[in-house]
């Protein structure tokens, strides 16, 4: 089984959301399908079935790989330098 060598270089403890929804959405008058965590610097961004997929904009912006739902009763990572569930 492939391990994400990209969880490793997560900081800890992880990073406190930014926000409690997609920010760049609220700018835009969009609302977002589903929010996603940056677990390198706490942005929360929609998920790509939202219309603008802010949180992958994030991750090709600033490199930051590994993000988790920001959705309640969810528990799950993707690395999207991977592209597998971590």
Known sequence: MYECPHVDALPQPEPAPLSETCLECLALGSHPVQLRLCLVCGHVGCCD???????????????HAVMRTFEPGEDWRWCFVDSILV
């Open 49 to 63: 079935s939202s219309p603008f997929r802010h949180a992958t904009e994030h991750y090709k912006d600033t490199g």
